[in-house]
């Protein structure tokens, strides 16, 4: 697709949102069997599945930490998750992403209660619309607190840009690819940043701007991920115990 001749018309987007707008959301928590916590989430065009796996042991034995457990994140973009067919592997960006979203999730779990164990994070992109690291930590983290990995909250992630000079909440896959910034930014509910990058050009005051706009954003996915993760335990509830 060509560049748009303008993304913003009388401040409402192509999409039909408003500029501070999140696109739609979705989270489903629980859905692989073999997990240990798992999470399945769209936002936007976004679709993403998140599995954790342990604390487990550690191997190869030598990589153990005696006094913390270590975390390990795999992002991974299918073949088939983009228009153009994507090259099966690992690839610099995906290692990229995966060490900025370790991370970005590390400081807020309790690493120093499993000793000599491995906390194994791995999130699929099935299909991509700009903005899967952020999507990726957002079902990730709601995976943890599923597989029950004491964490001192969670962590909620989400982009702001700038499209014809105007900022813009949570970009879609055109302003993603012809705007003229792209922020991620990853947040806990106390406002603590662990992820912030930046790619393109902004003024300092669009900065401070821009990353308000994004903490508003990630304080509104957290209220989806929370009330994702009450609704799956207050059904297991409800429903009786499986064990």
């Given at each position: 697709m060509s560049k748009p001749e303008k993304f913003i018309e009388d401040g409402i987007r192509l999409d039909g949102r408003k500029i501070d707008e999140l696109r739609?959301?979705?989270?489903?928590v629980g859905i692989l069997n073999r997990a240990d916590g798992s999470c399945y989430l769209?936002?936007?065009g976004n679709k993403v599945v998140a599995a954790v796996y342990g604390p487990r042991e550690v191997h190869p034995r030598h990589m153990q930490k005696s006094t913390t457990a270590i975390v390990r994140y795999k992002y991974n973009m299918a073949s088939f998750s983009v228009e153009d067919r994507k090259r099966p592997g690992p690839d610099r960006r995906s290692t990229e992403v995966s060490k900025v979203s370790r991370q970005a999730l590390e400081p807020v779990i309790f690493v120093e209660?499993?000793?000599r164990s491995v906390i194994d994070i791995f999130v699929e992109v099935l299909q991509a619309d700009a903005?899967?690291?952020a999507a990726g930590i957002n079902a990730a983290s709601v995976a943890l607190a599923d597989a029950g990995i004491p964490m001192k909250c969670l962590v909620s992630a989400c982009a702001v840009g700038k499209v014809d000079d105007t900022l813009v909440l949570d970009l879609n896959k055109d302003e993603d690819n012809y705007g003229q910034a792209?922020?991620?930014?990853?947040?806990t509910p106390g406002g603590n940043i662990t992820?912030?990058?930046m790619d393109g050009h902004l003024t300092s005051d669009e900065f401070k701007t821009g990353l308000e706009m994004a903490k508003k954003g990630c304080a509104d996915i957290y209220k989806l991920q929370k009330a994702a993760l009450m609704a799956k335990y207050s059904d297991d509830?409800?429903?009786g115990s499986n064990e």
């Open positions: 739609p959301i979705k989270f489903e769209e936002m936007g209660k499993y000793p903005g899967t690291r792209d922020v991620p930014v990853a947040v992820l912030l990058q509830t409800e429903g």
